[in-house]
C-alpha cells in the first residue's frame, strides 16, 4: 500500500515539475485583460476563412 502511494506521489511531483512553467505560461499569456484581443482575432480568423463547401 506504501509502495503504491509513493509511486503515486512521485508520478504526481514529476508531472507537477514537467507541465508547471507550461501552465504558468500559458496563464500569463492568456490573461483575462488580453481575452477580448484574443477572441476577437479568434472570431477574424473564424469567419474570413473560405468556406469548404464552395469549391
Known amino acids: 500500500m506504501f509502495l503504491l502511494l509513493f509511486f503515486v506521489l512521485l508520478i504526481q511531483f514529476f508531472t ?3 507541465f508547471e512553467p507550461l501552465a504558468s505560461f500559458l496563464e500569463y499569456i492568456l ?6 484581443m484574443i477572441a476577437l482575432i479568434s472570431l ?3 469567419f474570413s476563412a473560405k468556406n469548404i463547401e464552395q469549391n
Open 16 to 18: 507537477y515539475w514537467i
Open 31 to 36: 490573461e483575462v485583460k488580453s481575452f477580448p
Open 44 to 46: 477574424f480568423f473564424l
